[in-house]
């Protein structure tokens, strides 16, 4: 924007100097000045043009490649919320997690009330016998993440890819405890998903705090420093939420 608001002054005070040389400067002269200050406005609209362009490919280039940064965490979020049902904690790498998709199974229970002789009570009531309610959770039968959340897709194998940016990059995986509550965060910085972007256009990014788009200097899911597995973009960023 700065670069911007420079050039259109600089074109200002250009055109204002034609108009002086208009005014003030011999006539045999004028043709050739008013030439070269033209050229000069002419190349300066198109660099701030230019300027203008680039930052609009920019964002509609961010916006496709953040939903399929997004899209992955979103896999991601969902195997860890499976994983952590039957282990308790969520994965800290990738190879745990994929493994689980692979060959884990997610059990599908029901939960039912039931009343059973309290034998404490009954003994205090000299005999006389007491029942309560207990709760008991039946497995019915058993799911497995690759079916249930890939379909039968095998992209699972690929989590831990970016998928776009910077050739060969990797989501960043994390996971531990808050006051003994699991939490995880899957995460890429934006510079490697905008990689092969005008820096000054991906530090501009960097800095976003709007409620659209992604706030932050990175693309993540899931947080380590708070109870929380949402990703830190808006709605408009993605089809799956």
Known sequence: MNVIIS?????????????????????????VINIVLWVLIIFLGYLTFMSV?????????????YAVVIDRLIDIRDSQLAYKEVNGEY???FNKLINFVENGQVPIT????????????????????????ITLIDTL??????D????????????????????GAKFKL???????????????????????????LIEK?????????????TVKIGSMEEVNTSGNWGKDLSIKE
């Open 205 to 217: 990014e960097k800095q976003a705090v709007s409620i659209a788009g992604v706030k932050g200097e």
């Open 141 to 146: 039968s058993y799911y497995t993440v690759r």
């Open 53 to 65: 362009y680039e930052e609009i490919k920019f964002n509609k280039l961010k916006v496709k490649r």
């Open 91 to 93: 994965a800290g790498d």
């Open 110 to 133: 029901q939960r039912r009330d039931t009343l059973v002789l309290d034998e404490e009570r009954t003994r205090a009531f000299g005999g006389v016998e007491t029942m309560k309610t």
């Open 7 to 31: 050039i259109v002054v600089i074109i200002l005070l250009t055109i204002g100097i034609v108009w002086l040389i208009d005014k003030f400067v011999p006539k045999k002269l004028k043709p």
């Open 174 to 200: 994390q996971a531990g405890k808050i006051d003994d509550i699991p939490v995880f965060e899957a995460s890429v910085d934006k510079a490697v998903v905008l990689y092969d972007q005008e820096k000054y």
């Open 148 to 167: 249930s959340i890939f379909k039968g897709d095998s992209r699972y194998k690929s989590m831990a890819d970016v998928g776009v940016g910077e050739p």
